[in-house]
């Protein structure tokens, strides 16, 4: 990357961009599985695409260009090869898992629950021949584990490379910080949602670790500090981390979603599957 900066270079917050980011993933993405809820199901029969399955198309098509705004408004000039090769993984990644999210959808309408691994359910368990569990396990790995790292692996990346280049001379006139709080608390309540319902917490903490990594460098060692834009997302993914460690500790001691998580280098249940095990019984 390239600095781009002129010695008379002034910060600017550029909440355009993050409220966009905030209200296109809490549209179209947080929002997915709830328009499933409330739009009735004649409308979108089990055959066609549902209506969240719309949403995650629109979210696949939307969210490069809106990463590609943010990339071009980075004071470094980044490398375009490298930035088509992240949002071709993104996209590959966003369209697996629209596929492998639209079938679920309708294994929970007859009866699937999240709450269980997938040999565990019922409706798995009388499936005949008792191999076809199989396919339904390969079906769950490219939805909830290579769809999402494909997905999100990118879109961290991008986000790690902007952040990279927000740092600037601590002789630099500082913007005031006050203008970004409400948009930290609604977007890190969303990564709370992305993180533990996309179950990429491993992923998540490595992120945010090289961005403290790389702001104690600067700080301690070159003497820099962050922009506005920097201390945003350094913020966000801060607080994000308190929210996943605050809702981890809510059910930690939970035997059922612990015996799904077995696997799982981290334990952090999904919102979606806690709905399925403790929801149903109050709405």
Known sequence: MTDRRTPQHVEKFHWHLWLLFAIENWILDFGRPIAMLIFPLEWFPLNLPSVGDYFHMIYNIVTPFILQSLILKSPKKFNQSLFTVLMTIFVMGASIHLVGDSINHRLVLNGYQLHLSVRENPIMQKLDPPSLIDSFELLYFYDEELGHYMW????????????????????????????????????????????????????FVVTTFLMTIMWL??????????????????????????????????????????????????????????????????F
């Not at 999100?152 to 500082?174: D, G, I, M």
């Not at 015996?259 to 806690?274: R, T």
């Open 152 to 203: 999100y692996l990118p879109y961290f990346l991008c986000f790690l490379l902007f952040f990279n280049s927000t740092f600037v001379s601590t002789q630099t006139k500082s913007t005031d910080a006050k203008a970004f709080w409400p948009l930290a608390l609604l977007n890190s309540t969303y990564y709370w949602y992305l993180v533990t319902e996309g179950q990429i917490t491993p992923l």
């Open 217 to 282: 460098y600067q700080r301690f060692v070159k003497g820099n500090r962050l922009d506005i834009n920097g201390r945003f997302l350094l913020f966000t993914f801060h607080l994000t981390i308190v929210y996943v460690a605050v809702w981890t500790s809510l059910f930690w001691n939970d035997e059922i979603l612990r015996a799904k998580y077995a696997s799982s280098l981290i334990y952090v249940p999904e919102p979606w599957s806690v709905y399925s095990l403790y929801g149903k019984r109050f």
